[in-house]
């Protein structure tokens, strides 16, 4: 441990440095001997001149406001802190370092856009190179460039390209938020004659979003702005700004879509420079993003490529990811490459896509296609297609006339770079390996927003991520990340209170009220991401603002849940009884709900497998999901009256208290019998029961009884889907039950985690049988939802969860939920307090633990007999003898 501060950080992301706003928050790890201190002192220089030092008070260093006067644009900044003692002082952290951005007010430059004529259609249209010329004075000291756009972009200087974040600026709801990028840019301007140009093309603004590859709508003009400041020896500064004096012409790059993908013509003599357009589009104030930025995070060489036929290979890199891949060898000038990705081979060994082509019911289907093409000069280039993203694990090579050398073939790991807060590890390898198809499976859907897969949809599903969130803090520090995707789910919120669907909403739900999908707007365990997803950030953070700053979209969201309870009601209870019954009012029942979603599929005789959306549309859409629509406004209403709490807003979390109750009163009138036994009788629905408190304590044991025969009914295999899956371990675990949560977790047969490794799964799929028996493949394979269930092995196989009511790790247990099939397990959690470390090993019939506490954290090792020891910072070890039921 360290005997000064640690790990100092603002609450801001950036790319080669961090970037911020006037007032950061500052954050760090407290020193070893942190109990004894008296407060922290910081110290802080601007632009290289001191400010006053401060001291804070004892406890405080997470989220610490900004103690000094608002910073403005472009200032350097360096900071530090140490402990303060009673009568001593403690050792200085190592300084931090950071800089302002170009804020708002101070943005000179005008928004250019490239001239359009001829529009191919959304899909087919090129890449177009803004450019402008100027001159540079001997004695530069600095150079930044700060840049953004309404699309995709890359900026080039001299032709060496500012920083590493790919897909800049990132996927926004482009009406209400926009950030800029900052980029240090000294080593590429010379003395004399420089060039900026910037590619631009439709990104997430204008290209296809969603399945049905329908166009974003957030405007029908790119546009691009920019302002280079020149810093020089002699203090005096030059400001090159986009305006109209700057030139447009077509690159290379003649088609470039997110989805679809890209294509680079290096024959292409650049277009004829034309004037660009000013101030043709509208865009929101420019800001600057808290996520770390989307990079290349990993390179790749292909695991094989084998020849098909000729001018045909097919490569596996041995993982499904979200990237692109590279080639160095194009072949002679005029050579086409034809590159498809997909993830999945069929029986032949080519690639298949066909289980990723979207279907509505009556209609014909949407053929998937990811595809990048390239037309080699002949000058030796290597062909990255940036402006594109694709999921997946293979990649067809199609190449007439010339050979196709493996060494150039290179995959590009690509998404938001993430810093790992969480590892685990344990005896069986089966379980690692769940581990890392998980963890895989959420990194390939973390590009910049929290995707629902990398392929046919790649939408920011709200249910997605408030199923998966409490799994991401245990593996990454997902803060930033989660409060800039928030910031879109705030900014689509519909005018009634609903909650979109998913964010950035390029359809705009919330401009087209009359659209069919609007009727699916509103949906609970999705909707209510608005309120669970800040909780946990909260929990696991201890970020109070990030509630401040939903708190009115919180409410909103559920007070609309609570108006529809209200006002409409199923048609089975209309049938019952044409007047409400008392208990009625709270039951959220009326409107439309996703429901658990994606449950193992039921087979016909014949072994087909029958989707019930796609068998019988209506039978689904109007099938009663009250139960589900009920739990969820109850862990949303007792949610808020957390948060009031949290808030100080004592009246407020009084009331959300008293209506938690009476939902909860409502959903077990409705849903619950007197035995403890569920109206489904789903295993879903016992597990949403007992893992939201909704059984009462004398019924969980029965209604946990019930679960198992359920489990045991079929076959000892899961019957959970999307809402219900992460809880399901967990739930059988504190019920008593562990015994059946690791037969669930080490079933081999579908469904089951394990048959997904068995059929040679490397991202957790979307269907339990995402590949069949048949080696055909169904839905998308890369859909991390269900790779929740490795929370289990850091809560309870490793055994360390926080304890309840703490925030931000300040207090944790260790209860190992040991299991003859492991002798082991190790974790770690690098928590705002510090670095835990966990590990226990099973000796014959003794057990040893041995915990890492780190500074100002209690923590309380809890044994399988029940009992239990306290630790203190510091390394806590002791050896216990396990009882014949451990």
């Known amino acids: 441990m360290s005997n000064a501060p640690y790990d100092l950080r603002i609450d801001s992301g950036g790319d080669?440095?961090?970037?911020?706003?006037?007032?950061?928050?500052?954050?760090?790890?407290?020193?070893?001997?942190?109990?004894?201190?008296?407060?922290?002192?910081?110290?802080?220089?601007?632009?290289?001149?001191?400010?006053?030092?401060?001291?804070?008070?004892?406890?405080?260093?997470?989220?610490?406001?900004?103690?000094?006067?608002?910073?403005?644009?472009?200032?350097?900044?360096?900071?530090?802190?140490?402990?303060?003692?009673?009568?001593?002082?403690?050792?200085?952290?190592?300084?931090?370092?950071?800089e302002v951005g170009?804020?708002?007010?101070?943005?000179?430059?005008?928004?250019?856009?490239?001239?359009?004529?001829?529009?191919?259609?959304?899909?087919?249209?090129?890449?177009?190179?803004?450019?402008?010329?100027?001159?540079?004075?001997?004695?530069?000291?600095?150079?930044?460039?700060?840049?953004?756009?309404?699309?995709?972009?890359?900026?080039?200087?001299?032709?060496?390209?500012?920083?590493?974040?790919?897909?800049?600026?990132?996927?926004?709801?482009?009406?209400?938020?926009?950030?800029?990028?900052?980029?240090?840019?000294?080593?590429?301007?010379?003395?004399?004659?420089?060039?900026?140009?910037?590619?631009?093309?439709?990104?997430w603004y204008r290209g296809q979003v969603g399945a049905f590859r329908r166009p974003a709508e957030w405007g029908t003009v790119l546009g691009a702005r920019a302002e280079l400041h020149i810093a020089y020896e002699d203090g005096t500064r030059q400001i090159v700004r986009t305006d109209e004096t700057w030139t447009s012409a077509r690159s290379a790059i003649t088609r470039a879509d997110l989805m679809d993908g890209q294509t680079t013509d290096f024959r292409s003599e650049p277009g004829a420079e034309r004037p660009v357009l000013v101030d043709q589009v509208e865009a929101p104030a420019i800001d600057w993003s808290p996520a770390p930025p989307v990079r290349v995070v990993d390179s790749r060489p292909p695991r094989s490529v084998e020849q098909l036929?000729?001018?045909?290979?097919?490569?596996?890199?041995?993982?499904?990811?979200?990237?692109?891949?590279?080639?160095?060898?194009?072949?002679?000038?005029?050579?086409?490459?034809?590159?498809?990705?997909?993830?999945?081979?069929?029986?032949?060994?080519?690639?298949?896509?066909?289980?990723?082509?979207?279907?509505?019911?009556?209609?014909d289907p949407i053929a998937f296609v990811q595809r990048d093409e390239a037309v080699s000069a002949g000058r030796g280039e290597t062909f990255e297609p940036r402006h594109t993203v694709h999921g997946f694990r293979y990649a067809r090579i199609r190449r007439d006339g010339a050979p196709l050398d493996p060494t150039s073939i290179t995959m590009r790991v690509v998404h938001t770079d993430l810093r790992r807060t969480g590892t685990f590890a344990c005896s069986d390898r089966d379980l690692n390996r769940l581990h890392e198809i998980a963890d895989w499976s959420f990194r390939g859907n973390a590009v910049d927003v929290p995707t629902d897969c990398p392929t046919r949809e790649r939408l920011a599903w709200t249910g997605d991520y408030q199923v998966f969130a409490p799994t991401a803090t245990r593996l990454y520090d997902v803060l930033g990340f989660s409060r800039k995707w928030l910031r879109s789910v705030r900014d689509d919120q519909l005018p009634d209170g609903r909650i979109a669907n998913f964010s950035p909403d390029g359809r705009r739900i919330k401009h087209h009220l009359d659209d069919q999908f609007a009727l699916m707007t509103g949906s609970a365990g999705w909707g209510d991401a608005i309120v669970?997803?800040?909780?946990?950030?909260?929990?696991?953070?201890?970020?109070?603002?990030?509630?401040?700053?939903?708190?009115?979209?919180?409410?909103?969201?559920?007070?609309?849940?609570?108006?529809t309870a209200r006002t409409a009601r199923h048609p089975s209870r209309i049938e019952r009884s044409a007047e409400p019954l008392p208990h009625e009012r709270y039951l959220w029942d009326g409107s439309f709900h996703w429901g658990e979603w994606t449950e193992p599929k039921e087979k016909a005789t014949d072994g087909t497998r029958i989707d019930p959306v796609q068998t019988n549309p209506i039978a689904w859409f109007m099938a009663d999901k009250g139960e589900v629509g009920t739990a969820f406004l109850y862990r949303s209403t007792s949610t808020l009256a957390d948060v009031a709490g949290v808030l100080g807003r004592t009246e407020d979390a009084t009331r959300w208290a008293e209506t938690a109750e009476r939902v909860g009163d409502a959903w077990r009138t409705e849903f619950l019998t007197p035995d403890g036994r569920t109206r489904g009788d789903t295993q879903a629905a016992y597990v949403r029961a007992l893992s939201l408190g909704l059984v009462p304590d004398e019924l969980r044991a029965p209604a946990a009884a019930r679960l198992v025969e359920l489990i045991r009914a079929a076959g000892t295999h899961l019957g959970t889907g999307f809402l219900s899956t992460g809880e399901l371990l967990p739930v059988l675990a504190d019920t008593g039950h562990a015994d059946i949560a690791y037969e669930l977790l080490l079933r081999r047969s579908a469904p089951s985690w394990l048959y997904m490794l068995d059929r040679g799964a490397t991202t957790i799929w979307e269907d339990w049988e995402g590949v069949d028996e048949n080696g055909d493949a169904h839905d998308s394979l890369n859909h991390y939802s269900k790779g929740a269930v490795i929370r289990f092995l850091h809560t309870h196989a490793l055994g360390l969860r926080q304890t309840p009511g703490s925030v931000a790790w300040e207090s944790f247990e260790v209860a190992p939920v040991p299991h003859p099939s492991l002798r082991w397990a190790r974790g770690t959690h690098d928590s705002p307090q510090g670095t835990i470390a966990v590990e226990w090993r099973t000796t014959g019939d003794e057990l040893t633990i041995t915990v890492d506490v780190p500074p100002a954290t209690t923590a309380r090792v809890v044994f399988p007999d029940g009992t239990t020891e306290t630790a203190t910072a510091g390394t806590f070890r002791t050896t216990r003898r396990m009882g014949n039921g451990s």
């Open 309 to 363: 036929e000729d001018g045909v290979w097919v490569a596996d890199f041995g993982q499904n990811a979200s990237g692109w891949i590279t080639l160095d060898d194009l072949g002679p000038a005029g050579t086409r490459t034809v590159v498809d990705y997909g993830e999945h081979v069929g029986s032949d060994g080519d690639l298949t896509t066909a289980h990723l082509d979207s279907v509505r019911p009556g209609e």
């Open 102 to 203: 170009l804020l708002d007010d101070d943005w000179q430059a005008r928004w250019i856009s490239p001239p359009e004529s001829g529009d191919p259609g959304y899909g087919r249209r090129p890449a177009h190179t803004l450019t402008t010329r100027f001159a540079v004075r001997p004695g530069v000291r600095s150079a930044r460039l700060y840049a953004t756009a309404l699309g995709v972009y890359e900026a080039y200087v001299n032709g060496e390209r500012a920083g590493t974040a790919e897909l800049s600026p990132g996927s926004t709801s482009y009406d209400r938020t926009l950030y800029a990028q900052a980029s240090d840019v000294t080593a590429a301007v010379e003395e004399g004659g420089n060039l900026i140009e910037i590619v631009l093309s439709d990104g």
């Open 16 to 98: 080669q440095f961090a970037v911020s706003g006037p007032a950061p928050r500052l954050s760090w790890k407290p020193p070893s001997d942190a109990g004894h201190a008296a407060g922290h002192e910081l110290e802080c220089t601007v632009d290289g001149e001191p400010q006053p030092a401060v001291t804070t008070a004892p406890g405080t260093h997470r989220f610490l406001p900004w103690p000094w006067t608002a910073l403005r644009s472009g200032r350097r900044v360096a900071w530090r802190v140490r402990a303060r003692g009673t009568e001593s002082r403690g050792l200085w952290s190592e300084w931090d370092t950071f």
């Open 532 to 563: 669970a997803v800040p909780w946990e950030l909260y929990r696991c953070y201890g970020d109070r603002q990030v509630l401040a700053e939903h708190w009115e979209s919180m409410v909103r969201w559920v007070e609309w849940a609570l108006r």
